[in-house]
């Protein structure tokens, strides 16, 4: 592997310089990707350590944020370093702690970044940053040979396992957040991100790999925030640079036909608005059918049916100085499976891309608790009670949202909890998820989707729910042993102005939750 230099201080000695404020309290000799160790320090043991606890024991440094993981009941994850290294990169230090009395837990699989190729999943890739002013999933640079600038197995001395009672502490160096910020959200693949931790711009505590020292690869991962009208006329994807509108052809047209209906004249009107209140130059209008047909009938009528939505909008808009461009793809560029109706009802759409609008200055919405409001459901698996608690609806930077909640098997025996990942759009994403969620602006009539993760792939773009994995080596997830309470997340766009707005969480009851 390819060795890295490590940061300095810049009044470091000769000696210190190799070093990056070694600590007696980081126990764990955390070798930068490859690079040699430092010659004071004790070599690292074999890379087949059975047991993690071997070669550290718990960092008594005060946690800034820390979160449980949802699949594996006694694995506290702390944030005890969040460092800013020279304006541009951040040195991230997650201590895990195994807090039960009798298991060891294997902590590699559950911090990996399940975007990437499961052979990669034993490194702690997973360690990212929310950049939620920019949209974006910041995880570890990736340099040439090696998955990530982030703790390894064998490369760190680590083994698979923290024995009960013991603690390990992990690392990772990603770019910086956007914008200097003095706090940012921190997330990792095991729960819950952790909001509000504070970034700290003093040297970090320990011994890192510097992503300046030869090239590495950032690695960002675009987010998409969906939203669809409650009619089903329209859906709109917006991944905070561009606005992307979905409009059901099922709505604008007659079946095999390119005229507008009447029915089409407030879905155009609601568009031509949003244009008009963009900086767009240029907007793209493309056509799309579904699998049923062939080429020879989906292609000429995609792109007939995108010429008449842009003639359309062409005569709404109120301002000059504005370009279409417009295509017709047929059934080439499908959104959704095309083995379900559903799946085929989304994909014959018209789309309209453009810069998204900036948005009005509005008044700042009120913090509200939810104070005496019941927020707890009920509903029934594998014949066992399951209860469920909303326990938070977050609003964070950039027009996000994070919605938190409890499940817990009330019964006497296991039970597989399988409807939140039971959605009409399951077919939008890589794996399966906790996307069994919604969150609706009534006043608007205006309803939000999970958020999306976009992963870029040899062949196109692959999608993963922002929200709780129950797959891959999360497969687990939804069941509960009797008595057992999980806690689950999901990322959402979120209405500027809304203090109020309905959940819908699998099979449980509405809610009315207040935005906090």
């Known amino acids: ?14 000696r210190s310089s190799r070093r990056l404020a070694l600590s007696a309290v980081l ?12 010659k004071d320090s004790p070599p690292p043991p074999a890379s087949n350590t059975p047991s993690a606890t071997s070669t550290s024991t718990a960092t008594t440094g005060t946690a800034l944020a820390e979160t449980r993981s949802t699949m594996t009941e006694n694995l506290k994850v702390e944030v005890v370093g969040l460092n800013r290294v020279e304006g541009r990169h951040l040195i991230a230090q997650i201590r895990l702690s ?35 002013q920019a949209r974006t999933w910041l995880l570890p640079y990736k340099p040439a040979g090696s998955p990530c600038l982030c703790s390894g197995l064998g490369r760190d001395g680590l083994g698979h396992f923290i024995d009960p009672g013991r603690s390990i502490t992990v690392y990772a160096v990603l770019p910086a957040p956007s914008g200097n910020p003095a706090t940012t959200v921190v997330v990792t693949p095991v729960g819950p991100p952790m909001l509000d931790v504070p970034i700290s711009d003093e040297a970090p505590v320990g011994d890192f790999p510097d992503p300046d020292a030869e090239p590495v690869t950032p690695v960002t991962r675009r987010l998409i925030l969906p939203s669809e009208s409650l009619d089903k006329s ?35 009107a609601r568009t031509a608005k949003l244009i008009d209140a963009s900086p767009a130059t240029v907007v793209t209008v493309a056509g799309h059918a579904d699998s049923s047909g062939t080429d020879a009938i ?17 005569a709404l808009l109120t301002r000059d100085g504005v370009r279409f461009q417009t295509e017709g793809y047929g059934s080439r560029r499908p959104l959704y499976s095309n083995d379900s109706d559903e799946g085929k009802r989304r994909n014959r759409r018209v789309t309209v891309t453009f810069p998204k609008p900036q948005p009005a200055a ?27 608690e909303v326990t938070g609806l977050r609003r964070l930077p950039g027009g996000l949202g994070l919605l938190t909640y409890k499940i817990t098997n009330k019964g006497s025996s296991d039970a597989w909890f399988r409807d939140l990942h ?8 890589k794996y399966q998820a906790a996307t069994n969620v919604r969150v609706t602006d009534l006043v608007a009539r205006r309803q939000y989707l999970p958020g999306r993760i976009e992963v870029p792939t040899d062949d196109g773009v692959d999608f993963y ?15 509960f042993p009797p008595g057992q309470t999980r806690e689950f997340w999901n990322l959402f766009a979120l209405p500027d102005t809304a203090a109020t707005l309905k959940v819908k969480i699998g099979p449980f009851r509405d809610f009315q939750v207040p935005v906090q």
């Open 27 to 38: 126990t764990l000799a955390m070798i930068g990707c490859g690079g040699p160790p430092n």
């Open 298 to 314: 989906n292609d000429p009528l995609s792109l007939r049916r995108a010429q008449a939505v842009q003639h359309a909008l062409s």
């Open 234 to 268: 329209e859906e709109t994807a917006d991944d905070g640079k561009d606005l992307q509108v979905n409009l059901s052809a099922d709505v604008l047209f007659a079946v095999d036909k390119a005229t507008l209906t009447p029915k089409a004249r407030s879905v155009m």
């Open 362 to 388: 509005q008044e700042p919405v009120a913090t509200t608790t939810t104070g005496a409001t019941d927020l707890t459901g009920s509903a029934r698996a594998d014949g066992q009670p399951i209860a469920m």
């Open 1 to 14: 592997m390819t060795k890295l230099r490590h940061f300095r201080r810049q009044d470091a000695s000769p």
């Open 465 to 479: 729910c922002a929200c709780t994995a129950v797959s891959g080596v999360r497969i687990s997830t939804e069941k």
């Open 98 to 132: 195994n807090t039960g009395t009798e298991k060891r837990l294997s902590w590699a699989g559950e911090m990996g970044d399940h975007t990437r190729p499961l052979g990669e999943i034993k490194w702690a890739s997973g360690i990212g940053i929310l950049d939620a």
């Open 422 to 429: 039971h959605a009409q759009d399951w077919e939008a994403y």
